[in-house]
DNA sequence: ACTACCCGCGAAACCGCTTTCACGGATTCA
DNA sequence: TGAATCCGTGAAAGCGGTTTCGCGGGTAGT
């Protein structure tokens, strides 16, 4: 009554009349087997419906099959859709090319954390990285010749394979058309500066300005950190200090909508008094009111990204970092 | 200049003066060991930075370490912050256990899916589910000795642990407080009524009325399916077939906003003219304008309480189902 | 025709840890 | 004091694949 045991290589190997050896062979694609050999291996396998044991593999091989997407975070970050739209698609990626995903939310921190021993410890043969604070593990495990990608743009220039949205464009596209569409001063309220992607943001912003031929005015620049109480918060210093305020770039949707809020508080109409955009195009843009008009990124395919590239270094092929373009979807904040 | 290869039990035993079958004892808490030499293994261990492979552990032993969670759905369900949430409690209990997480995200279906596969073939050493279609796989893994965890009740009745929020004292409570609010004429907007979870908040809307000694007229009970639009197109309906609502009780947070859009588009007061309550309390709750009163679902605490049943399960030790309570937040909108 | 090579294939070592089994010595019981 | 029991321990047999090594036969070169 004992569940059938599974099938090893001894029993395909004796069925199919060849070594263990062969079975190896065929089973991991190698051409030097003889065709009709190699042909009745697949039929053994197919009838005892063999599925190789993924652990002894492991074991002999060294290769886990095991990739780790490591979010340096607390609980809080993986709250936001955003991670978990990235990590689902990273998922599929890697899962039709029959990797797993091991995924570890934790603070990265220091080199010798358990995440870091995990990952130090042979037991992944990759490892993904969101939202890093540091890129002192990432050194530290790229000298192992652990295959490594990291999304975002990672903060120090080494040869690390990495995916990011285009957050330089998306700055630079969404100040443009507040200004198109007749804003003069138009502020920005940034993410969190110690994170490239605001700065990416931010300078695609001042790019924006420059080819105007203005300067932003001082203190129209808010140094914000990506939440709604900061979105609100510089929004309501910003129309003191500024009270002519006609545009507002935030950088990302849950900052606009704080600004939004505070718009509508004091009613101040949007767009005809102040246009507002955001950036990422989440469910809130959609649902907002006025619908926020914002920078879409394609959060799904920056994971597949992910995915991809982490595929290629397994293979040994070449590549380069991935850089996705952004949108401007145009809702009625502006 | 090869990375110093990693010590194994081999060099351990010699340097400890002891067998590799000792060193095993040792480092797997088997207290049959003389103190004198455990403490010897100890001291061989720390000496040499060894960290035990748990690839060929898990080879010998048959335990793999890893638990997968596994999310019935394509990508779009990951979106959801909850289960990103949920995700990660799960994952921080099982690190503290000394587990890792497999996330895999699939359309679960058939008993024969790549994921089916995975699991059967003992790659992990447990599962958890989210948003279970069906409990067909689960019957089938059940038999054969997997721990399962399901987040959300299942539909059959099997002695499966599962975790769940008490949908049906949140969707009291929430009922309730419309009622003792004023509302004479409270509707509810479910959520996708295949679901279990959509099906116990109905239920308890009906309590609530049961226990005010009314009956809801017909048509107040719309069926949706946790959509921004459904809640949009089922509070359109509404206000057409009833203009005497007075209380919406929406089954997630996101049909509540939904219900507020059309409300504030119809120059219709909330919570003046109409009451508004959402389930979930997500981030839209808080953002939203007015401030939705909702019932909060401590989601954070669900996946760990998944995590702690999934360990209880390992250990052999005993366990029973965990619901956990929800908690009324009142803001603007009731 | 003889040596040199190449090629497909099986035997066997190996990956690193777990677990069974049996042994020698100490302890207990009669 | 002899037999029965118990205990800590090491030797060794796995766990189920992967990979090296070398053999035998066929092909090619001279």
Known sequence: ?????????????????????????VLNGDDSVHPERARRVQEAVDKLGYKKNRVASALASGRTGLIAVVIDDDLSVFADPFYGTVTSGVSRILME?????????????????????????????GAIFFALHSDILINSLKKLGLPLVITGTPHSSSDVAFVDTDNFGGGHSATKHLMSNGAKKVA?????????????????????????????????????????????????????????????FASNDLMALGALTVLRDRGIAV???????????????????????????DVVALGEAAGSLMIAQLNGQDWEPVILPTELVIRASA
């Open 97 to 125: 090319n029959g990797l797993q995903t091991v995924l570890m939310v934790s603070p990265v921190g220091s080199l010798d954390g358990s995440v870091a021993h995990y990952l130090k410890s042979g037991e992944v043969d």
């Open 1 to 25: 009554m004992a569940a059938p045991a599974r099938p090893t290589y001894a029993v395909i190997a004796k069925t199919a009349g060849v070594s263990e050896a062969t079975v190896s062979r």
């Open 271 to 297: 767009p005809e008094q102040v246009r507002v955009v955001g950036f990422d195009d989440s469910l809130i843009a959609q649902t907002s009111a006025p619908a926020l008009t914002t920078i879409r990124q």
């Open 188 to 248: 920005i309220i940034t993410g969190d500066i110690g994170t490239t992607a605001a700065k990416q943001r931010l300078d695609g912003y001042l790019q924006a300005y420059r080819e105007s031929g203005h300067v932003p005015a001082k203190g129209l620049i808010c140094e914000g950190d990506y939440s709604f109480e900061a979105g609100k918060a510089h929004c309501e210093k910003l129309l003191d200090a500024h009270p002519d305020v006609d545009g507002i």
